[in-house]
């Protein structure tokens, strides 16, 4: 296959993951890199395109190869782009634009009109360093849920960048005139069955992160309460079995709190069920400040919810009840200019060497908030302390002291 037709396949490529992802963000508009990867691939047609009319007609001034050269740059810039916008960074198009210009600019130097060499020098650093920059803001989020769908984006993005280090490494060695199947026709006809493979390669790598991404958001909306944002019994179940094993196996204290809203059910009935939410809402958003951020937050109820924490004392955890107590106490619900005020109960416990199932453990936790509630509400109670069952008085301190 000559190098024209690939050129033209090429081109053909890119339009195809242009209209790929302007179909998936048509799909899913919240996937804003979809219009990055678009834009990146727009221009690389546009740059394809370029380049199959001018080795049809078998002329190449220089207005026209550094047009070429320009938008092939700004595709490589526009996928670096749909990546920064993948991961909540600002695309930077300005620079895009600002390395696009002086692209067109340098070709109007002498020596690099006048000699291929100097611009392929000129050129292929940056299409690296924007291949190796994609790949590494990739490389650096290594979480195991993005990590499948990253990778054949972060091979493709160096394999690219290694394949334009060696094409101007043989250029160099050989002073631009490589000999033989080196030479003119094999570059051109390499580079264009280069460009084929990434822009095919491309389309499906964006598509994966894209459709992986959709796949995390489902998960966890099936996972969070919609109304507080905290996370739904059905996570619960899979954090607590996790974290109770792993406590189970190394020693370490395990611990629920579990807290509702005292009088909730007029709050309801008088004001109404808006108001209600927003109660649930207040109280959950002061909960969040005063809890440390990698604690498990549940809702388990309408006006119940659930805090597991692990790793820590079993005073602190009492302290971190209270603390929790009072932040309510102290921050009462503004409606309408007038001030609401609300109070909650708190049931601690922990896991104990004899408990088989987490469940246990938030049962206990739900009896010692039962305690509160029928001691006087607005006030913590410690399953152990508080409320023992069964000669557990020192429950609390089995585990975790």
């Known amino acids: 296959m000559d190098a024209f037709t690939l050129i033209v396949a090429a081109a053909l490529a890119a339009l195809t993951m242009a209209a790929s992802m302007g179909l998936l963000y048509l799909a899913s508009a919240r996937q804003a890199c979809l219009v990055d990867w678009t834009a990146a691939a727009a221009l690389f047609a546009l740059s394809n395109a370029l380049a199959a009319i001018g080795l049809h007609q078998q002329t190449n001034p220089i207005v026209f190869i550094a047009c070429v050269n320009a938008l092939h740059i700004g595709g490589h810039f526009g996928m670096l782009a749909g990546v920064r916008r993948h991961l909540h960074l600002a695309p930077g198009w300005r620079w895009g634009v600002i390395l696009m210009a002086g692209l067109l ?22 299409v690296g360093a924007l291949n190796l920059g994609a790949a590494w803001l990739l490389w650096r989020r290594r979480e195991r849920e993005v990590c499948a769908a990253h990778t054949p984006l972060i091979v493709l993005q160096v394999l690219s960048a290694l394949q334009q280090v060696a094409r101007v490494t043989i250029m160099l060695a050989y002073d631009g005139r490589p000999p033989g199947f080196l030479g003119g026709d094999f570059f051109r006809t390499s580079g264009a069955l280069a460009m084929l493979v990434y822009l095919s390669l491309a389309a499906m790598c964006c598509a994966l992160i ?9 998960r966890r909306a099936s996972l969070t309460d919609v109304l507080t944002g905290w996370l739904n019994r059905r996570a619960l179940h899979d954090i607590a079995m996790r974290d109770f094993r792993r406590c189970r196996r190394t020693g370490a204290g395990m611990f629920f709190i579990t807290f509702d809203v005292d009088h909730f059910k007029p709050i309801n009935d008088r004001y109404g069920h808006g108001v209600g939410d927003a109660a649930i809402c207040h109280v959950t958003a002061l909960s969040a400040r005063v809890l440390r951020g990698y604690d498990a937050l549940f809702r388990i109820g309408g006006e119940e919810f659930a805090v597991l924490v692990v790793g820590e004392h079993a005073d602190n955890v009492c302290v971190m009840a209270e603390r929790l107590r009072e932040a309510v106490v102290a921050a009462p619900l503004i409606l309408d200019g007038k001030a609401l005020s609300m109070t909650i109960s708190v049931g601690v416990a922990a896991l104990d060497a004899h408990d088989h199932k987490w469940e246990e453990i938030l049962r206990r936790a739900d009896e010692a908030l039962y305690h509160a509630k029928q001691n006087g509400r607005n006030r913590v109670s410690v399953h152990g302390r508080d409320v023992a069952g069964r000669g557990q008085a020192t429950r609390l301190q089995a585990v975790g002291a």
Do not use: D, I, K
Not at 105 to 126: D, I, K
Not at 210 to 218: C, E, I, K, N, R
């Open 210 to 218: 894209v459709s992986h991404q959709q796949t995390l958001a489902l």
């Open 105 to 126: 600019a340098a070709h109007g130097l002498l020596v690099v009109r006048e000699a291929p060499l100097y611009r392929l020098v000129l050129f292929t650093p940056f």
